[in-house]
């Protein structure tokens, strides 16, 4: 997992908070997994949530939450667009509130890569599609209980305009079946070591949200991720008030890198998760292997006790054997053709501690563990522990488990958090992680190598007027010395970042940022620097979004992340390295109630280079010129 990637609030939430407003919460049938996994409000505040629904039954309206003592005006303004009231019965066959969002983009690179170039003597292959990527998605909700969506995707270089297409459809019932989705969908069951969701925030400086999943079920899916997600049905089922069941079936196809053995035995050398389908070469990967997939999941709520206990069971095959890898590091990755997975996990929140965990298989011998819990100390203060222990061959196609690693396996931690809030305006966040490989990993060619990282960030806000903070990070681990001595060697990150964001008036805001990233090893010492300057201007039907910043980095290795604006329901999070500029601006015109045009023009201008990229992406030039553009359609 890339040390920068979970920096920043903005960074981490932006994937959820998209998909919140996409598919916003009711506010009569919200669960508590729901309203933690928004993370806007705090326990305290749900809490409260659930006291004054219990006793008033049902809402009529969104402003009645006014009414609760815990909720303020500025908590009532950061959900507002994530939530909505609606009768709890209803009739799916009525076309009552109805919605429709239709979205086309499209984004493209002005200056010429070297795969879209005429072929010359060193080379023939090019890419065989026009340059640019293309976005066009369709989500609808015919009432609370009826939704769908559609979607179709080319990368740049790709010929097919639908070379990814994905689609769902939701159906709520409110009886035995309760919910019903067919196409594409996600589970997020447990703790994520079996069945993750797609929706992890990893670390973060808010550590008590950070340790905690919640057992959602099954999620619908119309994303461009091309991988990490099941096609086939999905069905929730409530057999009694204290026991539901769950149940999904899946075949789609995959991308794999094949290969022969002696005996003209076709075997999966390794997967191909990029989704790119530019060449002839890249086009002989795609979907060459069909995956099955069908499992449940028994969860029990105790009926007088605050108590959860999820049963999850999945069995995976495909239709080639996967074979071992010869890499060192990877001698315990899992290999064959079929895979049983099954976890055991739960959640007990009682009095101020909430507690949870999972204990996951791959059968017949690997496992992986995940025990924490969150504490609300006082009002004031809060404070999370999360220990989890991965064994080397644990493998499960949708886990996401808590971690170091980007896969939950090959790793032994014990995180630690704690939040203070000072008073309303200040408050404090710390954590520490521990964290121990049992084999070898990438670039470390040692077994038994340990780490950790230590994290503290101070945080002021004066509503409406500024927002700063300023964050210390300390990440140290093992890895590799330079070839070809393979030395082992300690390598140490120190990453500094203040942020300041003033508001003037109601359409003019200011966001300045300075980020320092020091490396120091037996074999390399470095430091990288970034400075940021947005500013934001409301007027009316117009929203312009600016930035100018200058980077200075003496390798990749001192890469700084910084969220950066797009146009709406899009993420941004360029890697800044080298020495350079780099200009955005944000252009967006609601034309009325109905449609939203915006575009995005974004140049990197380096001065240390000549050439920019590699490969087929290899542009000639000391410049790259992004533009995007995009089309929203209300109805």
């Known amino acids: 997992m890339d040390q920068n990637v979970h920096e920043e609030e903005e960074e981490e939430r932006q994937s959820t908070y998209n998909y919140y407003f996409q598919n916003p919460l009711n506010i009569n049938s919200v669960t508590e997994a729901e309203w933690k996994s928004l993370t806007i409000l705090t326990k305290s505040q749900i809490d409260a949530f659930f006291v004054h629904k219990n006793r008033i039954k049902e809402f009529y309206s969104i402003y009645e939450l006014q009414v609760i003592p815990e909720f303020d005006l500025l908590t009532l303004h950061k959900i507002q667009a994530f939530i909505y009231c609606s009768p709890l019965k209803s009739n799916i066959l009525k076309a009552i509130q109805a919605q429709h969002q239709v979205l086309l983009k499209t984004d493209f690179t002005l200056e010429e890569k070297k795969g879209f170039s005429p072929p010359d003597n060193r080379s023939k292959v090019r890419y065989l599609g026009p340059p640019f990527n293309q976005v066009l998605r369709y989500r609808g909700k015919i009432n609370p209980d009826l939704r769908l969506g559609i979607l179709s995707q080319k990368d740049a270089g790709e010929s097919n305009w639908a070379d990814f297409a994905s689609a769902f459809i939701e159906i709520k019932l409110h009886h035995f079946v309760e919910k019903i989705i067919l196409g594409d969908f996600l589970n997020q069951w447990g703790q994520g070591l079996m069945q993750s969701g797609g929706f992890s925030l990893g670390k973060s400086y808010e550590s008590i949200t950070a340790t905690q999943r919640f057992h959602m079920g099954g999620l619908p899916y119309s994303s461009v991720g091309e991988n990490g997600f099941y096609r086939g049905i999905h069905g929730s089922f409530r057999l009694s008030k204290s026991l539901q069941f769950q149940a999904f079936f899946s075949q789609r196809k995959l991308d794999a890198t094949l290969g022969k053995d002696s005996s003209s035995q076709v075997y999966i050398k390794s997967w191909d998760v990029d989704g790119y389908h530019r060449t002839e070469s890249e086009l002989s990967k795609k979907e060459n292997i069909e995956e ?31 074979i071992a890898s010869i890499l060192a590091y990877k001698k315990s990755e899992w290999s064959g053709q079929q895979l049983y997975n099954s976890s055991l996990s739960f959640q007990f929140p009682w009095n101020n501690v909430r507690l949870m965990g999972e204990i996951a298989m791959t059968w017949p011998t690997s496992m992986a563990i995940i025990q924490g819990a969150a504490f609300s100390l006082s009002k004031k203060i809060d404070f999370s522990y999360l220990a989890r222990m991965y064994s080397p061959s644990y493998f499960s196609p949708k886990s996401q488990g808590f971690g170091e690693n980007a896969t939950s396996a090959n790793e032994y931690g014990l995180f630690l958090g704690n939040q203070i809030q000072v008073n309303k305006r200040n408050k404090i966040s710390n954590y520490f992680d521990f964290f121990l490989f049992p084999e070898q990993k990438y670039q470390v060619s040692k077994e038994q190598s340990l780490g950790w990282e230590l994290l503290s960030r101070y945080q002021w806000e004066k509503r409406n007027k500024k927002k700063f903070f ?3 990070k300390w990440t140290s681990k093992e890895g590799d010395g330079p070839k070809p001595q393979y030395i082992i060697t300690r390598i140490h990150q120190f990453q500094v970042s203040t942020d300041l964001t003033q508001y003037f008036q109601k359409n003019v805001s200011l966001h300045s940022r300075l980020m320092l990233h020091q490396i120091s090893s037996n074999f390399q010492s470095e430091l990288g620097f970034l400075w940021i300057e947005d500013i934001k201007y409301k007027h009316q039907k117009w929203e312009i979004s600016s930035r100018m910043a200058y980077f200075n980095t003496p390798s990749y290795d001192s890469r700084l992340y910084a969220y950066e604006m797009s146009v709406p329901f899009s993420f941004a999070l360029p890697a800044y390295n080298g020495i350079g500029f780099r200009t955005v601006v944000v252009i967006e015109n609601k034309v009325n109630k109905h449609i939203n045009l915006s575009i995005k023009l974004g140049r990197s201008t380096y001065l ?19 533009v995007i553009v995009q089309a929203v359609v209300l109805m």
């Open 608 to 626: 240390d280079r000549e050439e920019i990229g590699s490969s087929y992406d290899l542009i000639q030039g000391n410049h790259k010129t992004d």
């Open 470 to 472: 300023i964050q210390l």
């Open 292 to 322: 099955y997939s069908t499992g449940g999941s028994w969860q029990y709520v105790a009926a007088n006790w605050p108590f959860a206990v999820q049963l999850n069971v999945v069995r995976t095959s495909y239709s080639l054997p996967k």
